[in-house]
């Protein structure tokens, strides 16, 4: 876990993959009570320290990550996301390419005990999100996406289901698993308003280790020496 921003009011935090956002039935560390744990020790509280989880990652996904620190800054926050006045924006690596550079995705997704399924029309939650190809090498594509929903597993099956598994994702398809057995999903950026002063914050992870996509050398030399 990194800390990339805190104050009275606000925890936002770094999650590697991996590591789930609360605690679950494995008993492994989580990173609601690293938190904590991080707060108690760095404005030394004794006893119960508050933290609010107001959205989720899943665990072999990484990315950022806000928490609140008081149960109002919990409320409004939880409201922003309530709203969609939060903007995620998402990295992925998927096997294959979209038929399309950039375009929207609509699906209906109906959750179940071993994973999310795309289910007829009106059947489950309605699930959308927009994204665009940033690049693609052999076999496999770089896509930003931006969500409009927030439903479980949406991008890994949406994506999936249009025949482009996200890399290491071997629940929604992917052949192979990654070195670090998490999955090519990266929750890029975050933007909302702080929960009381109300400016606009936004918050980039940093490039994560394992993650199996770099800047294309060319293309930072040519930026480098202003070549286009």
């Not at 922003?80 to 903007?87: G, L």
């Amino acid at each position: 876990m990194q800390i990339l921003f805190d104050d009275n009011h606000l925890l936002v935090v770094y999650k590697p993959g991996g590591l789930p956002v609360q605690a679950d039935a494995t008993g492994d560390p989580d990173l609601l009570t690293l938190g904590k744990q991080w707060v108690a020790q760095r404005f030394a509280k004794p006893g119960n320290v508050y933290l609010g989880l107001v959205h989720r990652l899943d665990r072999p996904a990484r990315g950022v990550v806000v928490l609140a620190r008081t149960s109002k800054s919990a409320s409004r926050l939880s409201e922003q996301f309530r709203t969609r006045s939060v903007e995620k924006t998402y990295q992925i690596v998927v096997l294959g390419r979209p038929r399309e550079d950039e375009g929207k995705l609509e699906h209906w997704l109906v959750p179940g005990e071993s994973g999310t399924r795309v289910g007829r029309t009106g059947e489950g939650q309605r699930a959308e999100l927009d994204y665009r190809v940033v690049e693609t090498r052999g076999e496999t594509t770089l896509c930003e996406v931006r969500l409009h929903t927030g439903r479980k597993h949406q991008i890994r099956v949406q994506f999936a289901a249009i025949g482009c598994p996200v890399l290491g994702d071997l629940r929604y398809g992917a052949p192979a698993p990654l070195p670090d057995r998490c999955i090519a999903l990266l929750a890029a950026r975050l933007s909302f308003d702080h929960p009381t002063t109300r400016e606009r914050l936004t918050f980039s992870a940093p490039e994560p280790p394992g993650w199996p996509w770099h800047p294309d050398e060319t293309a930072q030399r040519n930026a480098t020496t202003g070549v286009s």
